[in-house]
């Protein structure tokens, strides 16, 4: 088993778990220090110049304009590193360890998702134009073999306004947790069970309707062969396709090519993250950890484990 | 432009919609029948894998026991051309040769321990998966054209095709019959 990660190069792995939370609080207070000044220094500086050139000051202008630049440029490199040194840090003491007890695991890369163009080619989201994934996991789960990770996609958007000048902003398309797993079948088409969003309006149309009208409801369904259709999705699939849904609590798409599916959960957040964990205990945030990876394994379990499917 | 004018030109208008409309839900009517009769054939190619499959089992294990399986020669035939009657009994009768094979096998250790028997028996199973969808997939074809066919005003444009209702690929009342007994 090739890891990424040796826990034994790592220095700070070998430190206690007192000695470890007091060097992550460090640094996670570092990274939320450097990213307000990020935000407040433009600011000031944009007030400190009008002050000075209202005052008629030239004098101090430049150099106050250097200054905050250098201290803007300084807090954004700190932010950078300490992010990433905590990432680090991180992944070596706390997700690898998580990981390697729910997979058989053969890689992890905290900074790199699944492959882009294997996004691409599944065709499960629209519409995107930006890309951006992490916490890469590649091994086995209960005998599959496995990818996960967490996946960002976003769609440039452009605004002109009343002036005609434009500007640009990106709109979140999809974030969450992808896993890409065996299927045990082997399928002559591609077939796409994509979750219909309640906001959208008018509900994209389905290639095939089953006989289950709420699946049908719930999902829309699109293949090029319908032979594959009823092949994959038999009444108790669908069942538990709909069980899985409720169980993420979150717009859940699976897409089946080859052998192998695709499951991808718009959950909006990342997951191994301490964004969203309080930093009190080691052991909250692998518990937390813990907790976030069998949200997907137990969708696995239900879906592609279970003994009644077909 | 006077009255009348205008009168006509949405006359005209209306007129066209209406050509317009029941030239695509004739095609629609024709597309529909194209799908059925595809369908159809998927159901042609999944009887005849199980067949095939089946075909293999049996000579497995007449390896094993040659004069239990004698009898089970013959039972199925199969034919291009056959009604969906037809067809719905030789499934039928395919269900009952696998459970009479299962019933002999299990009187012979080594056959059901044999690593070709077992493989047989996955592929039986994928036969009926495979037979399985593609009767729903031709049933879901043929529920969406009678549905067409029996609405308004579609049922209109049906009609003057001579349209007829196809029939389902249905479970034979014997079988039935049989379940509610065993329930």
């Excluded at chain 1, 060097?23 to 935000?39: E, F």
């Excluded at chain 1, 002109?160 to 045990?184: L, P």
């Excluded at chain 2, 894998?49 to 094993?64: A, N, P």
């Excluded at chain 2, 994928?126 to 074809?141: C, G, K, T, V």
Aim: hydrophobic share 40%; proline share 2%; net charge negative.
């Amino acid at each position: 088993m090739k890891d990424t990660f040796n826990q034994d190069s790592a220095g700070s792995a070998s430190t206690g778990d007192k000695e470890l939370l007091r060097q992550m609080q460090g640094l996670k207070k570092t990274v939320r220090l450097s990213r307000i000044l990020a935000v407040v220094l433009p600011g000031a500086g944009f007030v400190l110049v009008a002050c000075l050139a209202s005052t008629g000051n030239w004098t101090w202008l430049l150099p106050a304009i250097g200054l905050l630049i250098f201290l803007w440029t300084g807090s954004s490199l700190i932010l950078s590193s300490r992010s990433r040194k905590l990432k680090i840090l991180l992944g070596q003491t706390i997700t690898l360890p998580v990981l390697q007890e729910i997979f058989d695991l053969q890689e992890y890369l905290p900074d790199q998702g699944i492959a882009e163009r294997i996004i691409s080619a599944s065709k499960l989201v629209d519409n995107w134009d930006r890309y951006s994934g992490s916490d890469f996991v590649r091994g086995k789960y209960r005998g599959l073999n496995i990818l996960y990770s967490d996946i960002h996609l976003e769609r440039e958007e452009t605004d002109i306004d009343a002036d005609g000048s434009t500007s640009t902003h990106y709109v979140t398309v999809f974030q969450g947790q992808w896993m890409i797993c065996d299927f045990g079948k082997q399928l002559p088409a591609r077939l796409l069970v994509r979750e219909k969003s309640r906001s959208q309006l008018f509900r994209p149309k389905s290639d095939i309707e089953t006989e289950n009208a709420a699946f049908n409801k719930k999902y829309q369904i699109s293949s090029q062969d319908g032979h594959t259709v009823f092949y994959v999705l038999t009444p108790h699939f669908m069942e538990y396709i709909m069980q899985a849904g409720e169980l993420a609590a979150a717009p859940t798409s699976l897409c089946f090519e080859g052998s192998q599916v695709h499951i991808a959960i718009d959950s909006r957040h990342d997951s191994l993250e301490l964004n969203r964990v309080r930093l009190d205990s080691l052991d909250n945030i692998r518990n937390r950890f813990r907790s976030e990876i069998k949200y997907v394994t137990d969708i696995v379990d239900l879906l592609l484990l279970n003994e009644n499917i077909y | 432009m006077g009255t009348i004018e205008i009168v006509l030109i949405v006359a005209a208008a209306v007129l066209l919609l209406l050509i317009i409309w029941a030239i695509s839900t004739g095609n629609r009517f024709r597309r529909m029948a194209v799908k059925i009769d595809e369908s159809e054939s998927g159901i042609d190619v999944a009887l005849t894998k199980r067949y095939d499959t089946l075909t293999k089992m049996l000579e497995v294990v007449r390896q094993y026991a040659a004069h239990e399986v004698e009898t089970l020669t013959g039972i199925v035939s199969l034919r291009t051309g056959m009604s969906m009657a037809e067809r719905e009994k030789a499934a039928v009768q395919m269900d009952e040769m696998t459970d009479r094979i299962r019933l002999v096998a299990e009187q012979y250790p080594q056959l059901r321990a044999a690593e070709v028997f077992s493989k047989l028996q996955d592929g039986i199973q994928d036969a009926e998966a495979h037979l399985q969808a593609a009767r729903r997939f031709y049933n879901a074809n043929v529920s969406s054209f009678n549905q067409l066919l029996v609405t308004f005003p579609s049922s209109l444009i049906g009609n003057l095709q001579h349209q007829q209702a196809r029939e389902f690929f249905e479970t034979e009342p014997m079988k039935r019959a049989d379940l509610s007994m065993k329930l």
